[in-house]
């Protein structure tokens, strides 16, 4: 089961002077896979990254890179590459100059076939003699990317890549990383506290809070079947009724059900969002199709399928 | 970390050469006995110390001081108005700034030698009042305190333009708006606003002021003559002409004594150098 | 506005203060009479600056100390600072902070006592090395000063990038920090080097018999008395130092 592995943390901690940042970590994570660490800040994640990149060493715990301890590596001799969130990109440096950086024999053929390569890869062949301050902040995530993809690292580290950019941007570039990471074949860990990047893009989720793994599993295992409070609630909305926990969109307004009253109706262009108060006073929310209309006070019934249910 | 420690140890071994090791030669000199053909001798002693009080050792760093703080007041007096100019000087400020450090990267010797050239008996003031036929004798302008002054306020007056500058540089105005909308005139907002805020720099360009004019030595050599001589020169003197190391030493470190004090007295949280 | 008016006026005013005083000395250099009194272009105090070989000679060695001081003080202080930014030393930046707000007297006697103890024991003389030594020394925390100023902000997730992509410490020093403190670089040599060129104090005080640098000789000129040569020689070197000054302003900001 180990050597399947191209990365493992082995109860992995950190301890800084003032918290515990990360406690007890233990991750196996595929080849080829798209793996992400999703979490709301000051979970843990970005200091796993940095740990496995080599910017922090672990307080206690191991981490194996294809079957060998790196702890003791300095992030140079670490066969693995950073997108940072800032994309610290040298400004001195044109496009070409910063994606052949790594490179030890820059002047070999077949190091220079490998940076064009690469800059084709990323849609940046043409730009490579622009300075990073001449270009928009999308290409200089592709400049980021491109870098650290031409060395061939056993795993491709990403700090929160998104975050920069504007939210049109993102939703493109999410579908390229997508694409790319698939195209490359290498192992991605990506680290993001937005769920709906991490559900859309990865093949499996680690969901972090407060230095602790909460669970691990494809998108559709933690978002159906959450194991905690935390995981259901972070993932997505959620309605919890009598203890029992319930998507809003699935829950269906219909003639025969349970009781409430319209409090509240959101139009949010795809559909509408409606609130609901319960005979009992808690309040509820459904999804309905956007040309639906009730108004406030309106009684309504509600029910959903016991499939649907998530039980803790 | 290893690379660091190696970068650090020449500058180390530098500092401890050329700034440590001096000053603790000093300090154990000014607790010994001036040797008969100069340099030091055993018999340790707190005379050096005591003589400081003596009344014309002291007189002499009385003047000093009272020349320093003359000095720095006119600087700040004349300074500031200079460097709010500057500040509010839109696109050319770094021309007008340039215009106030560009004297300073000239030679100060040859800038205290313009005074001389400018003051002295057949300098320029007098030979132009003479031959107005204002005066029959030349003023005795140069070798007194009031050149010593003045060449300190030329040659410093750089020094306390720049953080002034960099204080009022770094004003909000939406501040001085503030202050205008609520009915201050302009001297109010000057007094109540502006000045208060430009406390640190005032603070910093007095101090970068004061300090070196209280240890000056060749504007009161040049400008001062035989009667204007202050701490600088007399320590100069001690290691020279007297031959008095130990008492030269005694003076030295009280001197910087002085210096280190003042620094430290205004020192706030969060004002570093280094 | 009034107070706009007033202020610019004062502050010709104050620019006339500064700049007058040197120009005078300019026009003068030119008076074909020794007197402050205007009789005539000539050019024969530079003429006799020209001909004067211990004003060369000093010239000379001025060079040679402030190029050689300069060029150590700015590596070594460049070095300095980029160790102090990676990890403070309370010891070092303090020795480094009392060099700045020791008195140039004080630090002048003090060498000077210094050299003499050990001379003791080796059988060395003040001399030209004795005064480079000496500059390196007061140049140093001007050097450190600049160049950790522009270190203050520097990205310091470019060091990690480099270090990720593959670079070792040193690597990354070269590559990627070292380029981004060029112009700090260039003006605190700058600094270091009109520093070192018009010290007189400390200089006076370890220099010896054989070392004799251009302060030193301007200075017993201006103590002798009347020289217009020296109005030449004052004019030749602010003028030199300006067009230095603009030169590098010019390379800094290209």
């Known amino acids: 089961m180990a050597s399947q592995s191209v990365l493992e943390l082995r109860q992995v901690s950190k301890a800084f002077a003032t918290h515990r940042a990360v406690a007890d970590v233990s991750l196996e994570i595929p080849p080829g896979a798209f793996f992400s660490l999703l979490g709301p800040s000051g979970c843990g994640k970005t200091t796993i990254l940095r740990m496995i990149a080599g910017f922090e060493t672990p307080t206690s715990g191991e981490i194996w890179l294809n079957g060998e301890c790196i702890n003791a590596l300095p992030p140079y001799q670490r066969n693995v590459n950073t997108v940072f969130q800032g994309y610290a990109l040298f400004p001195h440096l044109t496009v070409q100059g910063n994606v052949e950086f790594g490179l030890k024999h820059k002047k070999r053929s077949g190091d220079i076939n490998r940076v064009n390569d690469v800059l084709k890869q990323v849609r940046l062949e043409g730009k490579s003699s622009r300075r990073p301050s001449e270009l928009s902040g999308g290409e200089r995530q592709r400049v980021a990317l491109a870098r650290a993809i031409v060395l061939q690292p056993d795993v491709l580290l990403l700090d929160e890549p998104l975050s920069a950019l504007d939210p049109q941007l993102r939703k493109q570039v999410r579908g390229e990383l997508r694409d790319l990471q698939r195209r490359l074949g290498v192992t991605f860990l990506f680290v993001t506290h937005d769920q709906e990047e991490a559900l859309s893009m990865s093949d499996q989720i680690a969901v972090m809070n407060a230095g602790s793994l909460e669970q691990v599993g494809t998108p559709r295992e933690i978002y159906a079947q959450p194991r905690s409070r935390f995981v259901a609630d972070f993932l997505g909305a959620m309605n919890w009724i009598d203890g029992i926990g319930v998507r809003p969109e699935a829950v269906s307004i219909t003639s025969q059900g349970r009781n409430a009253s319209v409090t509240n109706v959101s139009y949010l262009g795809s559909f509408c969002r409606i609130e609901m108060k319960l005979e009992t006073g808690e309040v509820i929310a459904a999804l309905a199709p956007p040309g639906t209309s009730y108004t406030t006070g309106q009684a309504v019934c509600f029910t959903w399928n016991r499939e649907d249910e998530i039980h803790l | 970390m290893k690379l660091r420690n190696a970068f650090l140890a020449p500058t180390a071994i530098l500092m401890a050469v050329t700034m440590l090791a001096p000053l603790a030669i000093i300090l154990v000199y000014s607790f010994l006995t001036r040797g008969a053909y100069g340099g030091v001798e055993p018999p340790s002693t707190i005379e050096n110390y005591t003589r400081l009080w003596d009344p014309v050792y002291a007189t002499i760093i009385i003047r000093s001081l009272w020349i320093a703080a003359v000095a720095t007041a006119l600087c700040l007096i004349l300074g500031f108005p200079l460097a709010l100019f500057i500040a509010r000087s839109g696109a050319r400020k770094n021309m007008y700034l340039g215009l106030v450090i560009l004297p300073f990267w000239t030679s100060f010797l040859i800038r205290t030698y313009a005074w001389m050239f400018i003051l002295r008996d057949t300098g320029i003031v007098n030979s132009i009042l003479q031959s107005l036929g204002v005066i029959r004798e030349p003023l005795p302008l140069l070798y007194n305190s009031g050149a010593v002054i003045l060449g300190l306020v030329y040659g410093f007056l750089p020094f306390m333009v720049l953080p002034l500058y960099a204080t009022l540089e770094r004003l909000d105005p939406s501040l001085l708006e503030a202050a205008a909308d609520l009915g201050a005139r302009p001297w109010d907002t000057l007094m109540r606003v502006i000045l208060p805020l430009c406390a640190p720099g005032i603070r910093a360009g007095a101090i970068l002021t004061f300090v070196p004019c209280l240890g000056t030595y060749l504007t009161s050599d040049l400008l001062g003559g035989s009667k204007t001589v202050l701490i600088g020169n007399l320590v100069q003197n001690q290691f020279t002409a007297s031959r008095d190391w130990p008492f030269g030493a005694a003076l030295s470190l009280a001197l910087m004594a002085i210096a280190i004090g003042l620094l430290f007295s205004v020192r706030r949280r969060g004002e570093e150098l280094l | ?254």
């Open chain 3, 1 to 254: 506005m009034k107070t706009r008016r007033g202020l610019a006026l004062y502050a010709l005013g104050a620019y006339a203060f500064l700049h007058v005083p040197l120009l005078i000395l300019a026009v003068f250099s030119f008076n074909s009479s020794r007197f402050a009194v205007w009789q005539g272009f000539s050019l024969q105090w530079y003429r006799a600056v020209a001909d004067d070989s211990n004003l060369i000679e000093s010239s000379v060695n001025s060079l040679i100390i402030a190029t050689a001081a300069t060029v150590t003080a700015t590596v070594l202080g460049t070095l300095a600072a980029y160790g102090l930014w990676k990890r403070g030393s309370s010891w070092l930046s303090g020795s480094l902070y009392l060099s700045l707000v020791t008195p140039e007297i004080v630090t002048g006697v003090s060498i000077l006592a210094l050299f003499q103890w050990i001379f003791r024991f080796l059988h060395l003389r003040l001399g030209m090395h004795t005064v480079i030594l000496a500059h390196v020394g007061f140049s140093l925390a001007y050097v450190v000063v600049v160049v950790l100023a522009r270190l203050r902000n520097f990205d310091r997730s470019l060091e990690e990038a480099a270090l990720d992509l593959g670079a070792t410490e040193f690597e990354t020093f070269w590559r990627v920090t070292l380029p981004y403190l060029g112009p700090a670089i260039a003006a605190a040599a700058m600094l270091a080097f009109t520093v070192s060129i018009d010290d007189y104090v400390i200089t006076s005080l370890v220099a010896g018999v054989d070392s004799q640098t251009l302060p030193m000789v301007i200075y017993a000129m201006a103590r002798r008395g009347v020289n217009p040569a020296l109005n030449a020689v004052s004019t030749l070197i602010v003028f030199s130092l300006g067009v230095l000054v603009l030169l590098s302003e010019r390379l800094r900001r290209a």
